[in-house]
């Protein structure tokens, strides 16, 4: 069944939804963009991307586990990235925002990192399993997704939308000006935690399709470029998704039809949109200096 | 101008059977802007000062002075109800700390956003109206209706009226401290509050830039009637808007008119110990021999 691609654009897009393993993973890809682009835009706004990495690595161990005792990837997944999360937001929940609790927790989120890795490969050690696994859950896979696993990364991603659109006002108050905002009344340290665990949601849904220490792909290149695009917040937020989007579908197209792995692909491509926007002159037809789309957008 | 219209009709409705809510609503408005009685604050087990009496009738400009230390900050986020009153009886806008948060416009300690900040002035100015509300945004293209126009029309006006129009479509983090600093006066001001306050808003502005700002700031309390806590290290910028002044040190504070606080007779009485104000030719004020406060505090950079 060694897909082949042609020069008929209609029929290669048609190849794409032949097999239900594909539909499974382009239905979860999109699912992971949507929420790892819009919780990625916070992230970045956020300048926590260490605590983002943290939870997608978290993730590692989670998975390696649940392989070890035969249980679903997913709730391996799940389960380390938000109990990760808590453990970040405990370390630093007091004083949020000052610069003295931003070193304590950078301190934690290391500590964590590292003992998770370290889990993660005592399980895989324990397992004995196929080394490829191993390589899978580190830097992904699109080819297992199971129908099961469809409808949970879903659900989860539903709730974790719900969640932080309901929060979405108050979290960007909370994220550029904390002082004020908690001034203003807001709970600020508890938002802080709340976003930790959407964070360790979103982390965890994306590890499954880039693998754990390629999360990065999804969550922070399509905030960054959007965030160097446009200074508008609701446009910058709807373009990460949009770009979130465009690099999964590529990037599964391209694994596709390549022998290169899915965290590859959909990583090279988030890439080369980041270089892009943070350097107009590699455009072929250029945009006058010190004028990209930034300021044209925002003028 | 919708600003105004706002208020005006908040304010004079008819109103022919009072109501014990509007009855209260209207002890509340005339009650002082801030009132404290015997207060006190503790911090890391320390009584920072104490048997303070400070009354700020609506609508004056107050300046908080004192050495490094003595507690100007942690004055104003107790008034905040940021932090507890360890004693006395305190009041802002005739009820206790932190329950008119919707009526204080509140700068804090700068803290100046980093250059890498993607987010546009005017946006942080709206976080001030919008910010604090839940749920999930719908799309101004969706919900066009009366609330979005005055609100559109109370950001543009408040942006105008700190002068920063021509700036405010930029992203904040590529502004100057002063461009800054305008913003987010405009971003206290959005909501029309009642009471403003500013904790060393001046600090890191050049000479022309701390005139302008303390300016803006003067003809906002006139213009607006809005009541004015600013804390400042030194008050000659703002000297000839001031109506009162709060001096803080060695754990007590004096409150009054400028002229009759900043005077070596008070501030020697203050300290315990020899000070002298020299007025120089063209008005400025300079205090003599100020002891700095014991460094045991944490305050002075936002570690509270």
């Known amino acids: 069944m060694d897909p082949l691609l042609s020069w008929n654009i209609a029929t290669d897009v048609e190849q794409l939804f032949t097999f239900p393993f594909m539909v499974h993973a382009l239905v979860a890809g999109t699912v992971v963009a949507i929420v790892a682009g819009l919780v990625g835009w916070y992230m970045v706004l956020r300048r926590q991307s260490f605590a983002g990495h943290t939870l997608a690595v978290v993730a590692f161990p989670g998975a390696a586990g649940a392989t070890l005792l035969g249980l679903p990837l997913a709730a391996g997944f799940f389960a380390f990235s938000l109990g990760g999360a808590l453990l970040i937001g405990a370390a630093g929940a007091r004083g949020v925002g000052l610069p003295r609790s931003q070193v304590r927790q950078a301190a934690a989120i290391g500590t964590v990192q590292a003992f998770a890795l370290a889990c993660g490969f005592l399980f895989v050690s324990l397992y004995r399993g196929n080394v490829s696994d191993v390589s899978a859950l580190l830097f992904g896979s699109f080819l297992g997704v199971t129908a099961r696993q469809v409808v949970t990364l879903a659900c989860g991603g539903v709730v974790a939308l719900l969640v932080l659109g309901s929060v979405a006002r108050p979290l960007l108050f909370a994220s550029v000006d904390p002082a004020v905002a908690e001034a203003a009344g807001l709970p600020v340290a508890r938002l802080s935690v709340l976003f930790l665990l959407l964070l360790g949601a979103a982390a965890a849904e994306a590890s499954q399709i880039t693998g754990a220490l390629l999360v990065f792909a999804l969550l922070v290149m399509p905030a960054a470029t959007a965030q160097k695009l446009t200074a508008r917040p609701a446009r910058s937020a709807l373009l990460a998704v949009l770009l979130a989007l465009g690099v999964t579908w590529l990037g599964l197209a391209v694994a596709y039809y390549s022998p290169y792995p899915i965290g590859f692909c959909v990583t090279s491509l988030a890439f080369a949109a980041y270089l892009l926007a943070h350097a107009p002159w590699l455009w072929p037809l250029h945009l006058p200096r010190g004028r990209g789309w930034a300021s044209g957008a925002v003028g | ?304």
């Open chain 2, 1 to 304: 101008m919708a600003v105004k219209g706002l208020r005006a009709a908040k304010s004079t409705g008819p109103d022919p059977s009072p109501t014990i809510a509007a009855r209260r609503a209207e002890d509340d408005r005339l009650a002082p802007a801030v009132k404290l009685r015997g207060a006190a604050v503790r911090l890391g087990g320390r009584t920072l000062w104490s048997g303070v009496d400070i009354e700020i009738p609506r609508g004056e400009f107050v300046a908080i002075l004192g050495p490094n230390g003595a507690g100007k900050s942690t004055l104003v986020k107790a008034l905040l109800g940021l932090l507890p009153f360890s004693a006395g009886t305190v009041q802002v806008l005739g009820r206790p700390p932190g329950q008119r948060r919707g009526e204080i416009g509140y700068l804090p300690q700068r803290r100046s956003f980093d250059a890498s900040v993607r987010v546009r002035g005017l946006d942080v100015v709206w976080l001030g109206l919008t910010g604090t509300r839940w749920g999930i945004p719908v799309p101004p293209g969706v919900w066009r209706g009366r609330s979005w126009q005055q609100a559109t029309a109370a950001v543009r006006d408040v942006v105008e009226l700190v002068g920063a129009s021509p700036y405010a479509e930029r992203p904040i983090g590529e502004l100057s401290g002063g461009e800054q600093q305008r913003l987010l006066i405009a971003q206290a001001l959005v909501r029309e509050p009642a009471l403003l306050v500013l904790d060393e808003p001046l600090d890191s502005l050049d000479l022309p830039n701390q005139a302008a700002v303390a300016a803006l700031v003067g003809r906002v309390c006139r213009q607006r009637g809005v009541t004015v806590l600013m804390v400042a290290h030194d008050v000659n910028p703002i000297l000839p808007y001031l109506d009162r002044v709060v001096y803080i040190a060695q754990g007590a504070a004096v409150a009054g008119r400028p002229a009759a606080v900043i005077t070596s007779d008070v501030l020697t009485r203050l300290y315990g110990a020899p000070i002298e104000v020299l007025s120089t030719r063209d008005g400025r004020l300079v205090v003599v021999g100020e002891p700095e406060a014991p460094a045991l505090h944490a305050d002075r950079h936002g570690a509270a």
